[in-house]
């Protein structure tokens, strides 16, 4: 059988491509264990950043909405309360349900090019053919780590990403790396089960976000600051409601707010856990690190120069993802290879999401660096899905059935690209 659309990942991008790719009544499949990373790679006792009403799947006619599932559930969604990672992953899982074809729970483990359009091999060998793929991946393939943390044993060093609970450090010493929410959550959730925490940022001091203004107030104040889904203020409106025309700004541009924006900050709901609690040495990166007996060893400089080493058990790098063409590892070598790439290594994606390879699409954290900020966040789903299935339709009607789909030549790389972080 020959697939319209397979969707690889079923995370909120790749739930709701399914549910907008189902209702336009394409043939489609979808692969991957819904919510997983949700489910998996994050402790419980975490929330979710973003507001309720912006941490919504998309399906076309807008009714499996977050507060759809919490009315229904029992459960508040309203305005600066942020919901547990816990319940908005069982909403995914509900979301599922209602709104996508049944789910594929198997992993894909290679996408490569075929006779019209791509072969699809799943973990146990089944093979399978579509004219068109939108991959989905999230953000796990892109694991970032620093250089000097590397190559030591998982014992010693993880990534944030890796945890979905964090009890074994209990009674332990643990450095945390990053300034970030996903770092400064962690030391949190670590501080309160009562691990000695530090908390290790290049900034000279941590940025906060503030409580968010009311959802009711005047006019004259939400004109000079709208709500949007990433945040009050015009640019972040901008970043959150208008992705399709970020996409026309200069590619330098892009690239120079894709890096910057919405950069490494906590919650407000997290400061009082951290302040007072944490102890926090900003303006330190580690230089090199080393195992010695009992865990590891750092060695840190500051931005004066001073130099500093302390030792510590275990290190969680809270560094975020860096999403380049050369980390999608379940793309053939041959379809790899052949993507266009910006300057700072991710895929270069057309008006609706398309990459440079013809039929391969692409969701989420890799279309940062083209649509904006928005594609780091749940609320960006909802213009993917709408945009990324018109341009698979289109993309059908214009490759006859039987059409052996070229590869293009190389793209542009970068070997040092900033890595996102959350």
């Not at 690190?289 to 130099?307: H, K, Q, Y």
């Amino acid at each position: 059988m020959m697939y319209d659309l397979l969707v690889v990942g079923a995370g909120p991008y790749g739930l709701s491509i399914a549910s907008h790719a189902a209702a336009a009544g394409l043939n489609l499949r979808v692969f991957g264990r819904p919510m997983a990373c949700w489910r998996d790679n994050m402790p419980r006792g975490m929330f979710l950043k973003s507001e309720p009403w912006a941490s919504n799947l998309s399906d076309p006619a807008g009714r499996f909405h977050l507060g759809a599932y919490c009315a229904e559930q029992g459960l508040t969604a309203r305005h600066a309360k942020p919901i547990p990672v816990e319940a908005f992953a069982s909403y995914g899982l509900w979301f599922a349900r209602h709104a996508v074809p049944g789910v594929d729970e198997r992993t894909v483990t290679r996408v490569a090019s075929g006779p019209g359009g791509f072969s699809v091999v799943t973990e146990d060998g089944e093979e399978l053919h579509t004219r068109s793929v939108a991959l989905a991946v999230g953000v796990m393939p892109f694991v970032e780590v620093p250089s000097a943390l590397r190559g030591l044993h998982p014992s010693l060093v993880t990534h944030s990403s890796h945890h979905s609970g964090l009890d074994q450090f209990r009674g332990k010493d643990v450095t945390v790396i990053g300034g970030g929410q996903a770092a400064l959550e962690t030391a949190a959730l670590l501080a309160e089960q009562g691990t000695r925490v530090r908390v290790m940022a290049r900034a000279d001091r941590l940025v906060w976000n503030d409580v968010p203004p009311p959802w009711e107030r005047p006019l004259w104040q939400s004109v000079r600051s709208p709500h949007s889904g990433l945040g009050p203020g015009w640019k972040n409106w901008f970043y959150s409601e208008r992705p399709n025309l970020f996409r026309r700004l200069p590619e330098q541009t892009r690239a120079r707010i894709a890096t910057t924006a919405l950069g490494p900050a906590g919650a407000w709901w997290v400061r009082d856990r951290v302040e007072n609690v944490v102890e926090v040495l900003p303006g330190h990166e580690v230089a090199t690190a080393s195992a010695v007996a009992g865990g590891v060893r750092l060695d840190t400089v500051s931005r004066e120069g001073a130099l500093r080493t302390l030792e510590t058990e275990h290190v969680i790098a809270a560094t975020g993802f860096r999403p380049r063409c050369d980390r999608m590892g379940l793309l053939s070598a041959e379809l790899r290879g052949s993507l266009a790439a910006l300057p700072d290594g991710s895929p270069a994606v057309g008006r609706d999401f398309e990459s440079s390879q013809p039929g391969l699409f692409l969701a989420g954290l890799v279309t940062a660096g083209g649509f904006g900020p928005a594609m780091r966040f749940v609320h960006g789903a909802t213009f993917t899905a709408a945009t990324l299935v018109r341009g698979v339709r289109r993309r059908l009607r214009t490759t006859p059935m039987g059409t052996t789909v070229p590869v293009p030549g190389a793209g542009r790389r970068n070997e040092s690209p900033a890595p996102v972080r959350p």
